[in-house]
């Protein structure tokens, strides 16, 4: 088994509506349980990227989960465009963004956030169309939990206890990067 290592996220820290550092630590211990990283949460993507790049810890291993924020064809202008070339393979990407996770399990968010006052499922508002091609996931999820029981859904509120919920396995099928990830934080 290998060494320490740290994970830079892209995620606001210290924030009042709830600890996205613990919902990963949750979702990533259902697949790595005693081998969590140290998690860092980096802010907006650019500061988590800069955090990245001028770490001075002492790990085994650096890594790096970030939005992509386009299409999955466009991850290697992505990693060009941030100067991440040449960490290519301790960068994983979110695709588009965290909240493409959450409605890849539409089952999943129906249990969270229940019917609305039509009794309509948050699945029977999503897009009809692959998680992975769908342009803005966090409006989407927004749109379709305004009328929820927990109202519109929240980033960090709602997103800390969503990632707790996740099933990692089906995670690992329809996400190669958080598939590698895992496999990377395992070794």
Not at 33 to 46: A, Q
Not at 118 to 132: A, G, H, I
Not at 143 to 155: I, M
Not at 158 to 175: N, T
Request: hydrophobic share 35%; no cysteine.
């Amino acid at each position: 088994m290998g060494g320490k290592k740290i994970l830079f996220i892209e995620g606001e820290p210290n924030s009042p509506n709830g600890d996205l550092r613990q919902g990963f630590a949750k979702l990533l211990g259902k697949k790595i349980e005693g081998h969590l990283p140290r998690i860092n949460l980096g802010g907006g993507k650019s500061h988590t990227i800069q955090k990245f790049l001028k770490n001075k810890f002492e790990a085994d291993a650096f890594l790096l989960l970030i939005d992509l924020d386009g299409p999955e064809a466009e991850k290697e202008q992505d990693l060009s465009a941030h100067n991440l070339l040449k960490q290519r393979e301790n960068v994983y990407f979110m695709v588009q963004e965290m909240e493409s996770w959450f409605l890849s399990q539409p089952d999943m968010l129906d249990r969270f956030f229940g019917v609305d006052h039509n009794k309509k499922k948050v699945s029977d508002k999503l897009p009809r169309r692959l998680v992975t091609e769908i342009p803005d996931p966090k409006s989407e999820l927004k749109k379709a939990t305004k009328d929820s029981k927990r109202g519109e859904y929240h980033e960090i509120k709602h997103g800390v206890e969503l990632l707790k919920l996740l099933d990692a396995h089906q995670l690992e099928e329809s996400f190669s990067d958080f598939k590698y990830l895992i496999e990377r934080l395992k070794e």
